[in-house]
């Protein structure tokens, strides 16, 4: 069973970078794209980008374009979201997600999400 | 970017009801499009995906229908564990986007 393993909680001030790892156990993991989805407390979900692990090929939402970035070790299975220039409203449950092309690109796999506090 | 619009955006139903959730696409999308059910505190789960078909372990009283432009998610007949937040998300162009969410509560 495939499963994708996030990084712990993270606090940071404004202005800061976070970076959250995202490690997919089984050998599948240059097979599916990967999408990195938010949510903010008590609202609903946003789309920030994929990846494909095999390639490393990306892309982004306008919105994000320009403060995120996504990149991958192969060696550890792991993809990486960093974002950068935090502002209060990036406090969110990030998730990773994996995109399967045999059911129209929808995310049948998820991480568990990791919570990003930005405050002062 | 294509805009999901949900209906209702919170409905009270009873065990044993029928619920149906609407979703409507501000430009035609084809059949690309999923539907996710999220508890509080979990990370969503894939219910339906392209527009239609059952995602693998989900019970049969989940159905979706409809392409172009609208879609709908039904649900014959609500079990306790149904009550959470649905949302659709299509996938015929970039950006990716989700509707606003429908959240089902017990009436």
């Known amino acids: 069973q495939v499963q994708l393993v996030q990084s712990g909680a993270e606090v940071k001030k404004p202005g800061a970078s976070v970076k959250v790892s995202c490690k997919a156990s089984g050998d599948t993991f240059t097979s599916y794209d990967i999408s990195w989805v938010r949510q903010a407390t008590g609202q609903g979900l946003e789309w920030m980008g994929w990846m494909n692990p095999n390639s490393g090929n990306t892309g982004y939402a306008q919105k994000f374009q320009g403060r995120v970035t996504f990149t991958r070790d192969t060696s550890i299975t792991t993809i990486f979201m960093e974002l950068s220039s935090l502002r209060s409203e990036d406090t969110a449950v990030y998730y990773c997600?994996?995109?399967?092309?045999?059911?129209?690109?929808?995310?049948?796999?998820w991480g568990q999400g990791t919570m990003v506090t930005v405050s002062s | 970017a294509i805009q999901l619009t949900q209906s209702p955006s919170s409905l009270s139903a009873s065990v044993g009801d029928r619920v149906t959730i609407t979703c409507r696409a501000s430009q035609g999308i084809s059949s690309a499009l999923a539907w996710y059910q999220q508890k509080p505190g979990k990370a969503p789960n894939l219910l339906i995906y392209d527009a239609s078909s059952l995602q693998s372990g989900v019970p049969s009283r989940f159905s979706g229908s409809g392409s172009g432009t609208d879609f709908a998610l039904t649900i014959s007949s609500l079990q306790p564990e149904d009550f959470a937040t649905y949302y659709c998300?299509?996938?015929?162009?970039?950006?990716?986007?989700f509707g606003q969410g429908t959240k089902v509560e017990i009436k």
């Open positions: 997600a994996r995109g399967d092309y045999y059911l129209g690109n929808a995310f049948d796999i």
């Open positions: 998300q299509q996938f015929n162009s970039y950006p990716w986007t």
